[in-house]
């Protein structure tokens, strides 16, 4: 799908600041090196969702915010365009995970705190529950144990009052556990609006802006030349 660029150039490739439009109507403004989104920008899809943060090489790479139409948002890491690393993602049911991601799926250890009050901390595996980890339902009362393909199998000290000890393997347990914390610690801390968030979103509109204000320079210099040309042909 071919797009409109109007910004700077090197080498008879975009680099600097520029504006990128396509036909359906997405829209990059930002950075650019060698051709491709590479450093800070803001990407409108045309579907209505956004993405803006780090670029390398043309995609998303480093830390970035993606806020999908359906009001589903995710705060984190990237890698290559796909969520990876420690992130924090907003469902549009109100139900919000926080914790590690690997290859666009929740994997490593994470917390997932369900909308209507119940609660998962422990291991994941390409999206699902698996390993060890503890459920709290809403009223106190857990479940733990070890999970395969997102169900509880063997399930230890289930019905137990909220503070009772889990009678799985305590330490491998207790491990798990406090490594799922730990990750979504760092997510919500990554996320946390007064430092990596804003930070982002500031460079990317700065990079936007920049790219806009390249953009403009592109078109006045072409008008410019074109009027010279016409000038010279009379």
Known sequence: MNGRYEGDW??????????????????????YREGLRHG??????????????????????GFGVHTCIDGSRYVGEFK???????GQYHFRNGDIYAGEYFADKMH????????????YEGAWHEGRRQGLGMYTFRNGETKCGHWQNG?????????????????VDHAKFFNAVQDAHNAA??????AKVDEGVNKV??????????????????VQ???????????NDK
């Not at 490593?108 to 609660?119: C, D, I, K, L, M």
């Not at 169900?151 to 009678?167: V, W, Y």
């Not at 610690?185 to 990554?190: G, I």
């Open 80 to 86: 290559w365009g796909v969520k990876h690393g420690l």
């Open 185 to 190: 610690e760092k997510a919500y801390n990554m």
């Open 151 to 167: 169900i509880l199998d063997d399930p230890k000290g289930h019905n137990s009052p909220t503070g009772s000890p889990c009678a």
């Open 201 to 218: 979103v500031a460079a990317a509109n700065k990079a936007a802006n920049a790219a806009r204000v390249a953009a403009v320079k592109a």
């Open 40 to 61: 800070m920008g803001i990407y409108r899809f045309y579907s209505g969702d956004v993405y803006g943060g780090e670029w390398s090489n043309g995609q998303c790479h």
């Open 221 to 231: 210099n072409r008008m410019h030349h074109n009027n010279n040309n016409n000038d």
């Open 10 to 31: 090197v080498d008879g490739k975009y680099d600097g600041y520029g504006v990128e439009t396509w036909a359906r109507g997405s829209r990059y403004r930002g950075q």
């Open 108 to 119: 490593g250890f994470g917390v997932y705190q369900f909308q209507n009050g119940h609660r």
